[in-house]
């Protein structure tokens, strides 16, 4: 057990839907990490928070939006679906924002898009 | 972009063989990880390497940072069953700031 939770562990849902992915960090850690993992794409990494800001932004959609909250949960919104985002997210966690620490995993929520 | 390339995709073997799956860049990484995932699970930190040159122990498993800090190899000796698995390679870059860039992955699987 990592000590990071997400919810849901699995989702199905149709084209043009919303979803809302929810991460809770391991009790201490500041910073939220959101990854996605296709089959054929590897862990790529959307964004990060640190403290409840924004500290890094990678190759994430425009219809996808995240926020980490005062209590340090963050949360991942996927609008206007697609067949082409379904795929694992997986969040992670870590006490700092950056150097070499250890990135804590979930166990991610399966997205399925029909 | 920094790329984390990792080779090979896919390897098969029998147990008791060795093993070396290579993480290359053209990029400097301050420090490179590596981790080791399960299906239905998320990926786990096997170690950390961050000086030029590193070699790391941990039982069966070498690995090694290369003096350029641009890329890293993982050796297992006498692989065995319970070793299957995804390993992922992932550096800090120095102009990267806290994200981590994540290679492909080597699905290994070890058949008994």
């Known amino acids: 057990d990592s000590g990071v939770t997400q919810t849901p562990k699995h989702l199905i849902t149709a084209t043009g839907q919303r979803v809302t992915l929810r991460c809770s960090p391991r009790?201490?850690?500041?910073?939220v990490y959101w990854y996605q993992q296709s089959l054929d794409q590897g862990l790529q990494f959307l964004i990060q928070y640190y403290n409840g800001e924004e500290r890094a932004k990678g190759n994430i959609l425009e219809r996808f939006s995240a926020q980490q909250f005062p209590d340090l949960h963050s949360e991942l919104n996927l609008s206007s679906l697609e067949l082409g985002d379904s795929a694992l997210y997986f969040c992670?966690?870590?006490?700092?924002?950056?150097?070499?620490?250890?990135?804590?995993f979930g166990e991610g929520s399966r997205l399925t898009v029909l | 972009t920094q790329l984390l390339e990792q080779s090979p995709q896919f390897l098969s073997i029998q147990e008791g063989e060795n093993l070396t799956v290579y993480c290359n860049s053209s990029s400097v990484f301050s420090s490179l990880q590596w981790y080791r995932q399960e299906p239905g699970e998320g990926p786990v930190l096997l170690v950390t390497v961050v000086t030029g040159g590193e070699v790391k122990k941990l039982k069966r498993l070498t690995f090694q940072f290369g003096d350029a800090r641009k890329d890293s190899s993982l050796h297992i000796t006498a692989a065995q069953p319970g070793d299957t698995g995804l390993y992922l390679c992932?550096?800090?870059?120095?102009?990267?700031?806290?994200?981590?860039?994540f290679g492909e992955g080597t699905q290994l699987t070890v058949n008994p």
């Open positions: 009790s201490g850690d500041l910073s």
């Open positions: 992932a550096g800090a870059g120095e102009t990267s700031g806290s994200r981590l860039t």
């Open positions: 992670a966690s870590r006490a700092t924002s950056g150097g070499a620490g250890e990135l804590f």
